[in-house]
């Protein structure tokens, strides 16, 4: 995940409805990231500072909360169907579970063109 938008994570989420998620690799030219987000929990607010792939594994449906008030959306995605996406250089945005099942993905920044 890029840049945490920390101060407004911690006015609107819960601190106990945080995901985890962990920086396998973050180099000169790639950020990738780990995320697995349970029933109910967030990704917290980010803004992605470089273009950026995701890929989720597994059934999952989350909400997806724009910084800069359009209405909240949703995605699913299901097992044995790739759910990829491409992305520039990204919003502000707040990612929520809402299935039973947790979010699992990566998210791959490319720092250079």
Request: one cysteine or more; proline letters at 4%; hydrophobic letters at 30%.
């Amino acid at each position: 995940m890029s840049r945490k938008l920390e101060e407004k994570t911690r006015v609107e989420v819960p601190e106990d409805r945080l995901g985890h998620y962990d920086v396998l690799v973050d180099n000169e030219t790639t950020r990738i990231t780990f995320h697995r987000i349970e029933k109910g929990e967030c990704s917290g607010w980010h803004k992605h500072e470089y273009d950026y792939v995701g890929y989720h594994f597994g059934d999952s449906e989350v909400q997806i909360e724009r910084g800069d008030g359009d209405a909240p959306s949703t995605m699913a995605s299901k097992t044995g169907v790739a759910t990829f996406y491409e992305v520039g250089v990204g919003f502000e945005h707040n990612v929520t579970v809402l299935s039973d099942a947790p979010l699992i993905a990566l998210e791959i920044e490319y720092k250079k063109p």
